[in-house]
């Protein structure tokens, strides 16, 4: 079983675009940052993201989306609840984004 989590960004409008590119930098690198406290490995399966570019015009304020895949729903619920490297990096998050929208899955489950 493969978890699928999706994070959708809505900058404040007076972020610098510097702050965001290293919101962004930093919101990849914790599929390195990330270790499993029993296996003293990296448990992020894949994660990527970036700027929308969508020419639809539904995005609705959110302007940069990432995805990240965990193993296990334990592999997720540590990711949230007791990772310190992803608890430092939402506790970075004050004061920069004005709005958040998360969306997990798993693939083929309806």
Known sequence: MTLV???????????????????????????A???HPRTNRPYILESSGGRDNSPEGHQGGFSHGFVS?????????YYLTEDPAH????????????????????????
């Open 69 to 77: 895949h965990f193993a296990s729903e334990e592999d997720r619920k």
């Open 87 to 110: 608890l430092a990096f939402v506790k970075s998050l004050d004061g920069i984004i004005q709005n958040v929208r998360v969306v997990d899955y798993e693939p083929g489950k309806y």
């Open 33 to 35: 940052d990330c270790v």
């Open 5 to 31: 989590h999706i994070v959708l960004f809505e900058f404040k409008p007076t972020t610098e675009h510097e702050v965001i590119q290293d919101v962004c930098r930093r919101m990849l690198a914790l599929k």
